[in-house]
């Protein structure tokens, strides 16, 4: 995503009041990767100008395994998992009930709801990447890593 995707994304979530900032000390907040288009001038200018500040947290620059939550070991292989059976269920399904055995435009949608449950919305796998990761507590585990 360029910069100016992710800032137009941004004004248009401005523009249409998603955040509240009337009579609110509560400025919106993004946690975003470190990919590089995040720290280009367009989009840092957007969420630093005073009528449209954002509270924006960039992560590690090309390092996002080492403090994305939801891209903690073994998700992308349950997900693929979880996916294939419920793909494999619903089939199975539609001809039990008479109809041809194969995937329709609107099938993806709940397929992938499903294999999310068994995947990336683990909530114990997910406090388990949050604090390996040392989100909670906030112990700073990143900055000690080999690897940066």
């Not at 992560?59 to 992308?76: I, R």
């Not at 292989?77 to 059976?85: D, L, M, Q, V």
């Not at 397929?111 to 449950?117: K, P, Q, S, T």
């Not at 114990?124 to 989100?135: F, T, Y």
Request: aromatic share 10%; net charge negative; glycine share 6%.
């Amino acid at each position: 995503m360029t910069s100016e995707v992710l800032t137009e994304a941004f004004q248009t979530l401005d523009h249409y009041d998603v955040f509240q900032r009337e009579n609110s000390s509560i400025l919106p907040f993004a946690l975003l990767d470190g990919h590089l288009s995040r720290l280009e001038l367009p989009f840092l200018k957007y969420i630093n100008t005073p009528k449209e500040n954002w509270v924006v947290c960039i992560g590690v620059p090309y390092g996002t395994t080492l403090w994305q939550v939801g891209d903690s070991k073994g998700k992308h292989g349950s997900f693929n998992i979880a996916f294939t059976i419920a793909k494999q269920n619903l089939l199975e399904y539609k001809e039990s009930i008479g109809l041809p055995g194969t995937l329709e435009d609107n099938d993806p949608v709940p397929l992938i709801n499903c294999a999310l449950n068994n995947s990336f919305a683990r909530v114990e796998k997910n406090k388990n990447a949050i604090s390996d990761r040392g989100w909670n507590p906030l112990n700073r585990c990143i900055l000690i890593n080999e690897e940066l």
